[in-house]
């Protein structure tokens, strides 16, 4: 195996355990206890940011902090998969949005989404693994932005880094 198949076999599976982890995250549906050991197990410096920017400067960060941060994240991420206005209502990408605001943000059940977006049961599951996929990417792309950001003094590497 070449450095570079090494490299990116350890990456894929950080990516999953990294899915695994946020997929988790997303189940609590704001849980602060689930939220703190999903926080703390991911280590992303946007939520290490996120919960510096709960606390005054001499306080220090908590678990419930990271965990209050952790799901301001996701949210932003979910925001981030909705559509432009300009998108028809009955695409794909507006379902992918509808589920995971739906499911994980107003915690409906799968029945209800089913029913109001008029979708088999199937299809629903199907594009909630997508829902999440997309979510990931998000999250993984957005915290891969800041670790490679040198000005800021954050490390480069291509896993997140726990700053504690």
Known sequence: MTENQLRETISNNNQRQFAQILTRALRSKGNLLILAQCAD??????????????VSESSVVTDIERGRAL???????????RPTNSTPEHTPAWRLYAIAEGIYVQGKSAREMTAELGISSR??????????????????????????????????????????
């Open 123 to 164: 299809t629903f599951h199907r594009e909630r693994r997508a829902a999440v996929e997309a979510l990931t990417t998000v999250v993984w792309q957005g915290e891969q932005q800041l670790v490679n950001l040198p000005a800021q003094g954050h490390s480069q590497t291509n896993e997140p880094s726990k700053s504690r």
């Open 41 to 54: 197990q991911l280590s992303l410096q946007a939520v290490e940011q996120r919960a510096r920017g709960l």
């Open 71 to 81: 799901w301001a994240l996701l949210q932003e991420a979910i925001d981030r998969l």
